[in-house]
Protein backbone atom coordinates (compact mmCIF):
# COMPACT_ATOMS: atom_id res chain seq x y z
CA UNK A 1 0.00 0.00 0.00
CA UNK A 2 1.10 3.47 -0.66
CA UNK A 3 0.91 6.04 2.14
CA UNK A 4 1.32 9.85 1.54
CA UNK A 5 1.73 12.39 4.50
CA UNK A 6 1.23 16.12 4.59
CA UNK A 7 3.37 18.11 6.43
CA UNK A 8 4.60 22.27 7.13
CA UNK A 9 1.11 23.76 7.45
CA UNK A 10 -0.10 26.50 9.94
CA UNK A 11 -0.62 29.65 10.96
CA UNK A 12 0.91 32.56 8.69
CA UNK A 13 0.59 35.89 8.68
CA UNK A 14 -0.86 37.61 4.91
CA UNK A 15 2.75 38.31 2.58
CA UNK A 16 4.72 34.98 4.52
CA UNK A 17 5.56 31.77 3.69
CA UNK A 18 5.27 28.24 4.32
CA UNK A 19 6.71 25.24 3.09
CA UNK A 20 4.64 21.94 2.70
CA UNK A 21 5.99 18.56 2.48
CA UNK A 22 4.81 15.13 1.25
CA UNK A 23 6.66 12.20 2.22
CA UNK A 24 5.80 8.56 0.57
CA UNK A 25 6.00 5.10 1.63
CA UNK A 26 5.43 2.51 -0.32
CA UNK A 27 6.42 3.82 -3.80
CA UNK A 28 8.94 5.64 -5.42
CA UNK A 29 7.59 9.04 -5.86
CA UNK A 30 9.46 10.32 -8.68
CA UNK A 31 8.16 7.61 -11.01
CA UNK A 32 4.35 9.53 -10.60
CA UNK A 33 2.91 12.23 -11.48
CA UNK A 34 2.15 14.32 -7.72
CA UNK A 35 -0.45 16.80 -7.35
CA UNK A 36 -1.20 19.30 -4.74
CA UNK A 37 -5.20 20.04 -4.21
CA UNK A 38 -6.49 21.98 -1.55
CA UNK A 39 -10.30 22.95 -0.07
CA UNK A 40 -11.25 25.63 1.99
CA UNK A 41 -14.39 25.32 4.19
CA UNK A 42 -17.90 25.25 1.99
CA UNK A 43 -15.48 25.77 -1.12
CA UNK A 44 -15.17 22.99 -3.87
CA UNK A 45 -11.63 21.19 -4.05
CA UNK A 46 -9.06 23.14 -6.09
CA UNK A 47 -6.20 21.60 -8.29
CA UNK A 48 -2.74 24.26 -6.77
CA UNK A 49 0.23 22.54 -8.73
CA UNK A 50 1.58 19.67 -10.24
CA UNK A 51 4.56 18.10 -11.32
CA UNK A 52 5.18 14.96 -13.64
CA UNK A 53 7.69 12.09 -13.64
CA UNK A 54 10.13 14.20 -16.21
CA UNK A 55 9.49 17.05 -13.55
CA UNK A 56 7.51 19.14 -15.94
CA UNK A 57 5.18 21.77 -13.56
CA UNK A 58 1.33 23.03 -13.79
CA UNK A 59 0.06 25.80 -11.26
CA UNK A 60 -3.40 27.41 -11.10
CA UNK A 61 -3.62 30.50 -12.08
CA UNK A 62 -4.26 32.01 -8.73
CA UNK A 63 -1.14 30.32 -7.13
CA UNK A 64 1.01 31.43 -10.45
CA UNK A 65 4.44 33.29 -9.57
CA UNK A 66 3.81 32.81 -6.40
CA UNK A 67 3.70 29.22 -5.09
CA UNK A 68 6.46 26.16 -6.28
CA UNK A 69 6.40 22.70 -6.35
CA UNK A 70 9.61 20.44 -6.44
CA UNK A 71 10.94 16.89 -5.85
CA UNK A 72 13.28 15.67 -3.38
CA UNK A 73 14.08 12.41 -5.07
CA UNK A 74 16.52 10.85 -2.37
CA UNK A 75 13.85 12.09 0.97
CA UNK A 76 11.59 10.80 -1.40
CA UNK A 77 9.09 14.04 -0.90
CA UNK A 78 7.53 16.20 -3.32
CA UNK A 79 7.20 19.89 -1.24
CA UNK A 80 5.01 22.88 -2.43
CA UNK A 81 6.69 26.65 -1.28
CA UNK A 82 4.18 29.19 -0.70
CA UNK A 83 5.20 32.59 -0.83
CA UNK A 84 3.27 35.73 -0.24
CA UNK A 85 0.69 34.21 1.10
CA UNK A 86 -3.00 35.82 0.73
CA UNK A 87 -5.74 35.25 3.41
CA UNK A 88 -7.64 33.74 0.40
CA UNK A 89 -4.82 30.97 0.56
CA UNK A 90 -6.09 29.44 3.39
CA UNK A 91 -7.07 25.70 3.10
CA UNK A 92 -6.50 22.07 3.90
CA UNK A 93 -3.31 21.30 1.61
CA UNK A 94 -3.69 17.39 0.38
CA UNK A 95 -1.31 15.87 -1.92
CA UNK A 96 -2.20 13.38 -4.56
CA UNK A 97 -1.01 10.75 -6.69
CA UNK A 98 -2.24 7.82 -9.01
CA UNK A 99 0.05 4.22 -9.25
CA UNK A 100 -2.31 1.37 -9.30
CA UNK A 101 -5.44 3.42 -7.94
CA UNK A 102 -5.67 7.07 -6.31
CA UNK A 103 -4.03 8.13 -2.86
CA UNK A 104 -4.35 10.83 -0.82
CA UNK A 105 -2.60 12.41 2.42
CA UNK A 106 -4.66 13.49 5.50
CA UNK A 107 -4.20 17.11 4.51
CA UNK A 108 -2.00 19.97 6.22
CA UNK A 109 -3.76 23.21 7.40
CA UNK A 110 -2.38 26.07 5.68
CA UNK A 111 -4.45 29.45 7.88
CA UNK A 112 -3.17 32.96 6.55
CA UNK A 113 -4.76 35.32 9.02
CA UNK A 114 -3.32 38.85 10.91
Known amino acids: QVQLVESGGGLVQPGGSLRLSCAASGTILSLYVITWYRQAPGKRRELVARINSGGSTFYAESVEGRFTISRDNAKNTVSLQLNSLKPEDTAVYYC????????WGQGTQVTVSS
Open 96 to 103: HTVTDRNY
